[in-house]
């Protein structure tokens, strides 16, 4: 039976991170916050598991490399206990694939470790609001990588080959196809990755990781 909370009043947590010194600081920084409670805390998702079903806490603050189940499979459990439990990724990763994966399974918010302590106690109060948080530059990035994901082939092909600054000409006669349909490409390329001109869609390319230094 979970326990019952202390003070109903506070934002009860619940902090899962095998870095003990990261989750220390973690557990200092918010207790200091007169809205939050940190009920418990976790090294790894098994521990998490059950400590979230003994306090259910408001809001679950879960890194995503442990050690045994990872947080990825740390929230999936949880969702599967109580799909309204609320869990904030906090984490060092900033890669689209697991950004993707961790909404994708149910997370209220996706966080970078370097946040300012300001700035999480505010997701956290977002998450408990019933919103959800996700900073600029991850909404970014998964924009972009979206993006890159909508050229085909043979566009990354011919990317590739106008970054090494071969005209359309050039290119038609490398791929075997015509001028026309080689500027054709270009054409879209530039359209999908909302370059203006040849220079801004190399540049555009290296900025979303579809070509590289």
């Known amino acids: 039976m979970p326990a019952p909370p ?4 506070l934002i009860r947590l619940l902090l899962v991170d095998d870095h ?4 220390a600081g973690m557990a200092n920084v918010l207790g200091m916050d007169p809205d939050f409670e940190v009920v418990a805390q976790a090294d790894d998702g098994e521990t998490a598991i059950g400590l979230w079903n003994e306090h259910r806490p408001d809001v679950t ?6 050690a045994g189940i990872d947080g990825i499979e740390t929230l ?13 990724i906090l984490t ?3 890669a689209n694939e697991n950004v993707r994966t961790a909404l994708k399974n149910g997370a209220s918010g996706y966080v970078i470790k370097n946040v300012r ?7 956290i109060r977002v998450i408990h609001g ?4 996700l900073s600029e530059d991850l909404r970014r990035k998964l924009t972009e990588d979206e993006g890159s994901r909508h050229l085909s082939p043979r566009e990354m092909e011919v990317l590739g080959l106008v970054r090494q600054g071969f005209t359309n000409n050039e290119i038609g006669r490398l791929l075997g196809i015509s001028e026309r349909t080689a500027r054709a490409h270009i054409g879209t390329i530039l359209e999908k990755l909302g370059a203006s001109d040849r220079a801004a869609a190399v540049a555009r390319g290296f900025e979303m990781g579809v070509l590289r230094p």
């Open 61 to 66: 603050l879960l890194d995503i490399s442990m």
């Open 76 to 88: 999936r459990r949880l969702k599967e206990i109580d799909p309204a439990a609320r869990v904030l």
């Open 6 to 9: 202390t003070n109903p009043s």
């Open 130 to 133: 019933g919103g959800q948080v």
């Open 92 to 94: 060092s990763s900033d």
């Open 117 to 123: 302590a300001a700035e999480l106690a505010g997701a």
């Open 20 to 23: 003990p010194v990261m989750r």
